[in-house]
């Protein structure tokens, strides 16, 4: 069973950049998808961005495209968020989610596993 563990939120003004880093556990790490939610409070749980256990495919979210970047190391058991140019309305818990479906799946129930999720505020 993979565990996974979030770092690297923060407080950060308006166009500057975060890296997220997604720590698994557990030796199956690479044949899993993998994708960056965020829940905002009183809003649902939305996906932001993906990437298939190869690292060749990635997808996200419009209101991402362009400033987030998805990667991953299978090596390292670690998958990445960087995030540039952020805007007081990416503020919310994002949260690395694994499932073995696709990496095309947008849905959270369409997650098995998650993180405990970590803060990232954007101030304007």
């Known amino acids: 069973q993979v565990q996974l563990v979030e770092s690297g939120g923060g407080l950060v003004q308006g166009g500057g950049s975060l890296r997220l880093s997604c720590a698994a556990s557990g030796r199956t790490f690479g044949s899993y998808h993998m994708a960056w939610f965020r829940q905002a409070p009183g809003k649902e749980r939305a996906f932001v961005a993906a990437?298939?256990?190869?690292?060749?495919?990635?997808y996200y979210a419009d209101s991402v495209k362009g400033r987030f970047t998805i990667s991953r190391d299978n090596a390292k058991n670690t998958v990445y968020l960087q995030m540039n140019n952020l805007k007081p309305e990416d503020t919310a818990v994002y949260y690395c989610a694994a499932t073995r479906i696709s990496a095309t799946r947008r849905r959270p129930n369409e997650y098995d596993l998650w993180g405990q999720g970590t803060q990232v505020t954007v101030s304007s």
């Open positions: 990437i298939s256990w190869t690292g060749y495919s990635t």
